[in-house]
C-alpha cells in the first residue's frame, strides 16, 4: 500500500488487506491494489476512527469516490452531516412558501425542522433565526384566533 494514499494516517493494520478489483476503481495514475483498515483522527470532533477495509471497497469500486480520495471524518460526524444538508434542503425549499401560507400544520413543521438544524449546527444563518422567530408568531397568533 503506497503510504501518499493515506498520508494522514495515524496507523495501518495490514492483517486486515483484502485485495482490490482494480477495474472498478476511478483513478489516473496509481489505483489501490489493497484494501486495508486504516486509522484516522476525525477532523471535526478529533476523534480517533477507524476507516475500513470493506468501506474502503464500498467507496473505491460501487460509489465510484476518486481513489485519492479518503474519509475525513468519522461514521458519526458523517452522518451528522448528511442530515444537516438534508434539513437545509427541506429549509431552503419551503421556507418562502410556508412563511407565505395559511398552513399552521406547515408552519408547525417548519419550526421544528429548524429547531432541528440547530441540534446540528452551532452556527446557522442570522436569516433562519429570524424566520423561525416569524413562523414563532404566526404560529401563536393562530393559537390565539382558535381561543378567540
Ligand atoms: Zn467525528
Known amino acids: ?27 489516473s495514475v496509481c489505483p489501490r491494489y489493497w484494501y486495508v483498515d486504516a486509522v484516522f483522527k476525525c477532523s471535526r470532533c478529533s476523534e480517533n476512527f477507524c476507516f475500513t477495509a470493506a468501506e474502503q471497497k464500498r467507496w473505491y469500486e460501487e460509489l465510484g469516490f476518486y481513489v485519492d480520495s479518503y474519509a475525513k471524518n468519522c461514521q458519526d460526524c458523517r452522518r451528522d452531516e448528511r442530515k444537516r444538508k438534508e434539513l437545509r434542503q427541506i429549509y431552503d425549499h419551503e421556507i418562502e412558501v410556508t412563511l ?6 406547515a408552519k408547525k413543521r417548519l419550526a421544528s425542522l429548524i429547531d432541528e438544524m440547530c441540534s446540528f449546527e452551532a452556527v446557522l444563518p442570522q436569516k433562519i433565526h429570524e424566520n423561525r422567530r416569524v413562523l414563532g408568531r404566526q404560529i401563536d397568533r393562530s393559537k390565539n384566533q382558535c381561543d378567540g
Open 1 to 27: 500500500m503506497p503510504r501518499h494514499l493515506f498520508w494522514e494516517c495515524l496507523h495501518l493494520d495490514h492483517a486486515t488487506a483484502i485485495r482490490a478489483n482494480i477495474s472498478r476503481q476511478n483513478y
Open 100 to 105: 407565505q401560507s395559511k398552513d399552521i400544520e
